[in-house]
């Protein structure tokens, strides 16, 4: 079993910077596939970066290009990279552990954090 727990959102400016942190533990951390989720107000849970044990990298095209996923199996910690930051990024971040399946799908995931928010304003 793994848990998960994020920390890191905050309140911030368009065009700022953020670094989520996802702390984890629990057997086989760096076998797992990774992942960000995330969902704003009225809005169902979406992909936006997913990291495979080996630091492949993967990615929605509404973030590519300003937010960088990676992992540090040492410490057991995943980690987001949010640069340019949109009012449209607003929303609670989940990180979450797949055993296997499309990294992109929230069924594919067993394992989730309770969740940190990023509030974007313009």
């Known amino acids: 079993q793994v848990q998960l727990a994020e920390s890191g959102g905050g309140l911030v400016q368009a065009g700022d910077s953020l670094r989520l942190s996802c702390a984890g533990s629990?057997?086989?951390?760096?076998?797992?596939?990774l992942g960000w989720f995330r969902q704003a107000p009225g809005k169902e849970r979406e992909f936006a970066a997913a990291?495979?044990?080996?630091?492949?990298?993967f990615y929605a095209d509404s973030v590519k290009g300003r937010f960088t996923i990676s992992r540090d199996n040492s410490k057991e910690t995943l980690y987001l990279q949010m640069n340019s930051l949109e009012p449209e990024d607003t929303a609670v971040y989940y990180c979450a552990a797949a055993g296997s399946g499309r990294y992109d799908l929230l069924k594919s995931y067993t394992y989730w954090g309770q969740g940190t928010q990023v509030t974007v304003s313009s």
């Open positions: 629990g057997q086989f951390f760096s076998t797992y596939t």
């Open positions: 990291i495979w044990w080996n630091g492949n990298t």
